[in-house]
């Protein structure tokens, strides 16, 4: 029902080149090198004010590139950025339906507005309304949903007019588990109908269910791949060092003790037990780690980002 | 592939959406539609420029019979009000101080005495000259009353040689609500189509929602267009509603066609809701349009004749004023509810009126980018 599409030329639903953004003298996207393969759910992370927002609205064509080009489903952003957007969904940061009008008024505008015809807006809603399980709610204003619904509602609403390809920019951020959980199933629907996703969050087990993640730092797309290949950079784990987890009683004093070794590089708390990156030939007995449990282990996505980053912002104060 | 013209589906779906926010929103809808008439009765009935009724001193030194003819011939004018009768010219001053009275008179101890021997009796008027209408208007009252006496005098009891009788083409009764009301009727319909318009863009970028409207494939005409249809509705009912008041309540005669007022009214309408979202597109936030909408409104209120007649301000003003789209829709205003004016006098209203309604939409659409900065 989604409808599949051909490939492009090159296989890609997104191409991007050396794209920049800037307002003003400030940079906000740094020559973003950047492909998504069709059906691929690629995501995005970063810290707050890295530009993942800004990278988006790129390449949706909201806002110019400084530099750099991108191909989005075969065309030039720039140059024909309304056939582009034509065939785009887009589900921005803020909650950006109309509160004052119910659900089903705002899904009607939206397939007014794209045009479809009185046959296609009745296909189209059902079907998504059966999707995304919103029948009990189409009656209700939309400012008076919860959190988890009005996403769904936003996300059915970038869904009408068969999009090829979807931006979603934190879309399970403040909603409950259960509700998050939901949208990714819904979100894997879209992608195995071969709809490419690219979604931005904050949550590392989001990030581990993408098939690949690009983490932005400073403007800078700093590392792109699968989770586990992200795992594996060298920089991640450098020459000489290993990953340990040490489960112990007490975390947090376990944590202040690691910290002030010096063969410990870098430890944080990783939900019941401590991640840290040591020296390879470090001993239990080295880290003082007494009567605590210690296996090798790999990199979480949060440690490589983590190091990742500090590697950078060194590399940029030196 | 991809459907570049006009489409009607997409303005239509714009202008129905604009409609839902609008009833979804009574609170904004009654004081946009109710605080104009509330201000048409307000001013209608507080603004009175006709002088009447001036309340009056009086102080009666001489106490003759000529001197209460004289008395009476003020407590007869519609003009003259007498609040009370005074014994000082200290009274009488202190009258006027106090507010309690616009003008005194006094009338001399010698002024029956001046006129027995033929020498000119001298009648005192003194007037407040804060109100200076009011003041204008005493004296001349009280000058021809005098004056009218005096002749009455000279020439006995012969019929007057010479009299004026005026004759008040538009406007028999010189009442100020004929000539408030129209004006009245064209800047509350001003207010209302700049404010509403003014926030239409504007509360959208505020909730993020345009962002997602960039997304679609909207264009910007039928964006435009499809929002001020609601506005253009709504400001007509509100046009037709004071009209209707003004016609009833006010009993302001309508000498020529409500149609004709109706037709010239479109395009001014269409300036005002172009104005507005053109102010829209330029700034950020609500208050940012208010209060350029308000900086728009002032100047072409105080200069388009609605207060101050257009012919007694300086050249250059009469020149700006011509600019606002206002000033045109009044004078034709009045024109058509005055003076039954029709095509053959506005016609040229009505071409000034559409190029200044088709620029100000044109420009509005110009200024509408599909991209955020
Ligand atoms: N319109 C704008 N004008 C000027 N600077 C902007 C604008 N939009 C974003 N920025 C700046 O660009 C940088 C990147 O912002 P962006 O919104 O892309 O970050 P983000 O990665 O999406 O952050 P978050 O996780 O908080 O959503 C920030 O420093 C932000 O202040
Ligand atoms: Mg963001």
Avoid at chain 1, 42 to 47: I, M, N, T
Avoid at chain 1, 68 to 74: D, E, H, M, N, W
Avoid at chain 2, 259 to 268: C, E, M, Q, R, S
Avoid at chain 2, 324 to 351: N, Q, Y
Wanted: with cysteine; glycine share 8%.
């Amino acid at each position: 029902m989604l409808g599949m599409n051909a490939p492009f030329q090159n296989g890609l639903t997104i191409d991007a080149r050396d794209v920049t953004v800037r307002f003003g003298t400030f940079t906000a996207v740094n020559k973003v090198n950047l492909t998504v393969s069709q059906g691929e759910v690629f995501g995005l992370l970063g810290p707050n004010g890295s530009g993942k927002t800004t990278l988006i609205r790129g390449l949706c064509g909201l806002l110019p590139f400084a530099e750099g080009v991108a191909t989005v489903l075969g065309r030039d952003v720039t140059a024909e950025s309304e056939a582009v957007r034509s065939q785009i969904g887009y589900m921005s940061q803020k909650f950006s339906l109309y509160e004052d009008l119910t659900a089903r008024e705002n899904m009607d505008f939206y397939s007014g507005i794209y045009g479809l015809s009185p046959a296609k807006t009745h296909e189209r809603q059902d079907f998504l309304i059966e999707l995304s399980g919103l029948a009990p709610y189409m009656e209700r204003r939309a400012g008076r949903l919860s959190g988890g619904w009005k996403q769904r509602l936003a996300l059915v609403c970038a869904l009408l007019h068969e999009p090829k390809l979807i931006f979603l920019d934190e879309p399970t951020a403040g909603i409950d588990p259960v509700a998050r959980r939901d949208l990714w199933n819904l979100l894997f629907r879209l992608s195995a109908e071969g709809i490419s996703l690219v979604v931005t969050t904050h949550y590392m087990d989001e990030a581990e269910r993408c098939a690949r993640v690009g983490y932005i730092y400073m403007a800078n797309l700093l590392a792109v791949g699968t989770p586990a290949d992200l795992k594996k950079l060298p920089g991640v784990t450098p020459l000489g060092t290993r990953w340990l987890e040490i489960f112990g009683t007490d975390s947090a004093a376990l944590l202040e003790k690691l910290r002030g070794n010096l063969r410990v590089q870098q430890a944080t708390i990783f939900g019941q037990s401590i991640h840290a990156l040591v020296e390879a030939d470090a001993t239990a007995a080295d880290l003082g780690v007494g009567s605590a449990r210690v296996v090798d282990t790999e990199p979480s996505l949060e440690d490589v980002f983590v190091t990742i980053s500090r590697a950078q912002a060194m590399n940029t104060n030196a | 592939m991809m459907n570049n013209g006009f489409s009607m589906q997409r303005m239509l779906s714009v202008a129905r959406k604009e409609f839902l926010h609008i009833i979804r929103d009574p609170a904004t809808l009654f004081f946009a539609l109710f605080i104009p008439v509330l201000e048409l009765f307000m001013l209608g009935y507080a603004i009175n420029t006709n002088v009447s009724n001036v309340p009056t001193v009086i102080f009666d030194a001489a106490n003759t019979k000529d001197s209460e003819n004289l008395v009476r011939a003020f407590e007869n004018s519609k003009d003259f009000r007498i609040v009370r009768q005074v014994y000082s010219d200290l009274d009488v001053s202190q009258a006027i101080v106090a507010g309690k009275a616009k003008v005194g008179i006094i009338i001399p101890q010698d002024y029956s005495k001046n006129l027995e021997s033929r020498r000119t009796a001298y009648l005192k008027v003194i007037v407040d000259g804060s109100e200076s209408n009011v003041a204008a208007e005493a004296i001349n009252v009280s000058n021809a009353l005098a004056l009218r006496d005096s002749l009455q005098r000279i020439i006995g009891s012969q019929f007057l040689p010479v009299e004026v009788s005026p004759q008040i083409l538009f406007n028999p009764d010189t009442r100020s609500a004929n000539f408030f009301i129209p004006g009245l009727m064209v800047v509350m319909c001003q207010m209302m189509a700049i404010m509403l318009s003014a926030n239409a863009i504007v509360r959208e970028k505020e909730n993020g929602t345009l962002e997602q409207l960039f997304m679609t494939p909207v264009k910007a005409p039928e964006l435009i267009l499809g929002k001020l249809i609601p506005y253009l509705v709504l400001t007509f009912v509100e046009f037709c509603t004071i009209l209707f008041l003004m016609r009833t309540v006010f009993q302001v005669p309508i000498a020529g066609h409500v149609l004709t007022l109706l037709a010239l009214t479109l395009p001014f309408v269409f300036a005002m809701l172009g104005l507005g979202l053109y102010i829209s597109t330029r700034v950020g936030t609500r208050e940012a349009a208010g209060q350029m909408a308000m900086g728009t409104m002032m100047p072409s209120i105080f200069l388009s004749g609605y207060v101050f007649p257009l012919d007694s301000m300086p050249w250059p003003f009469w020149y700006i004023a011509q600019v606002f789209p206002t000033t045109w829709l009044i004078d034709a205003a009045r024109g058509v509810i005055l003076r039954g004016a029709g095509w053959r006098e506005l016609w040229i209203h009505s071409a000034v009126l559409w190029s200044m309604g088709i620029f100000s939409f044109a420009l509005a659409m110009m200024k509408f980018h599909k991209r955020l900065t």
